[in-house]
Every structure is written in structure tokens, then in C-alpha cells.
């Protein structure tokens, strides 16, 4: 099964930082990935979609990359915003179901 | 619809009673799919169905989970004899297409929250 691991769990950052969220994964045999955003109390949010033949998306402040080979991503956000506070969530798609890591918390403070 | 649409949003149960969480994906969309969500926990696949079509139930942990899609468009996934270990956020996802490999986003609801007291 794919095992796919996000870190850090959780981060705190001052407003204004660029930082990078992390996600590995076991099998490099996917299809695409996807960044999701999750409020509390509330669904999932697409962020950022990557096709397997792609290395990278971008969409405002968001950049995500991937490389198959090292089994890795990450999720770039440039001038983190207050409002930028929420879970982040990547997942792999391996065939039609995603599998998602656990996430990492963020809080961008004022 | 404009998005994916569940109900109810919040939901509490005493323990053995049945319950039924109903999804009503974007329209269109020909994927539908049931993940569960623990607290602190991401999202585990459930189950899919490509129209009205169960493909794969792989992840529904018990014979107590059991979900349909009759008319390929609305969903429920019905929990029979509850039990404390089912308190979680279910989450219903559509996708515009089908198959393998797949394509396209994936659209969530906002999910509702089952507590098992």
C-alpha cells in the first residue's frame, strides 16, 4: 500500500516568511498529486493538481513540485498570509482512489 | 450543483442505532467516492462508484458500512449498529471522469461529522 508521509506535522511561522511543506511517498508508480487545504470544520479544498509528467504547478503564491523518482514533493508558499492558516493535506493518486498523508498544521501569526 | 453538497453536516448517535449520510456529488461528475476521516487523521478511502456502479468497497471496514448510488448521481452511505469507533468526519468526493489513470480534480464536501455516543 502506498504509505505517504507529510512533514513537518505541524509549523508556526510570523507572517511574511516563505516556507516549504514536505511530503514523501513509498511507490513512485502514480498517476498525479494533489495539495489539498482543510479549515477546521470543513471539507477539503484543491489547491494544486500535478500529473506524473509534470515537475510542477503553480497558482499565486502556491508552487508545488514533484519528483517521482526521490519520491518527494513539496509545497512552496511565498509570503505567508494569517489567512494562509489551515491543514494542508497531499495525496497520491495510484490508480482512482487518492491516499492522503496526515497532514501538516499550519499558523501563520500576525 | 455548484459543489458537493452532504448532509447532514453534524450528526449524533447513541450507540446501535442506524444511520444514513446522504452525498450529492457535482453534477454530472461520474465519479463518486467515500473517504473517512479521523480526528487528526487524513482521509482513508471508503468505497467508489463510477455512475451507479460499486467498482470497489475495499475500504468500508466492517458489513456494517454499506453505500449506494442507485440513480449514478446522489449517494448514501448507511452505518448500521453504531459503534464508538465510527465517530468520524465522512467525506463525499466527484470526479468529472472515470477509469484508470485518472484524471481531473477531486471536489469534497464538507463533510459530516458522525459522533457515536
Known amino acids: 500500500k502506498q504509505e505517504v508521509t507529510q512533514i513537518p506535522a505541524a509549523l508556526s511561522v510570523p507572517e511574511g516568511e516563505n516556507l516549504v511543506l514536505n511530503c514523501s511517498f513509498t511507490?513512485?508508480?502514480?498517476?498525479?498529486l494533489q495539495w489539498f487545504r482543510q479549515d477546521p470544520g470543513k471539507g477539503l479544498t484543491s489547491l494544486l493538481l500535478i500529473q506524473s509528467s509534470q515537475r510542477e504547478q503553480t497558482s499565486g503564491r502556491l508552487n508545488a513540485s514533484l519528483d517521482k523518482s526521490s519520491g518527494r514533493s513539496t509545497l512552496y508558499i511565498a509570503a505567508s498570509q494569517p489567512g494562509d492558516s489551515a491543514t494542508y493535506l497531499c495525496a497520491l493518486d495510484s490508480g482512482y482512489a487518492l491516499n492522503f498523508g496526515k497532514g501538516t498544521s499550519l499558523l501563520v501569526t500576525p | 450543483g455548484a459543489g458537493v453538497s452532504q448532509s447532514p453536516r453534524y450528526k449524533v448517535a447513541k450507540r446501535g442505532q442506524d444511520v444514513a449520510l446522504r452525498c450529492d456529488p457535482i453534477?454530472?461528475?461520474?465519479?463518486l467516492f467515500w473517504y473517512q476521516q479521523a480526528l487528526g487523521q487524513g482521509p482513508e478511502f471508503l468505497t467508489y462508484f463510477q455512475n451507479e456502479a460499486q467498482l470497489d468497497k475495499s475500504g468500508l471496514p466492517s458489513d456494517r458500512f454499506f453505500a449506494e448510488r442507485p440513480e449514478g448521481s446522489v449517494s448514501t452511505l448507511k452505518i448500521q449498529r453504531t459503534q464508538q469507533e465510527d465517530s468520524a468526519v465522512y467525506l463525499c468526493?466527484?470526479?468529472?471522469?472515470?477509469?484508470?489513470?485518472?484524471?481531473?480534480?477531486?471536489?469534497f464536501g464538507e463533510g459530516s461529522r458522525l459522533t457515536v455516543l
Open positions: 468526493a466527484s470526479r468529472a471522469t472515470s477509469g484508470r489513470p485518472s484524471t481531473g480534480e477531486l471536489f
Open positions: 453534477s454530472g461528475h461520474v465519479s
Open positions: 511507490d513512485s508508480a502514480i498517476y498525479n
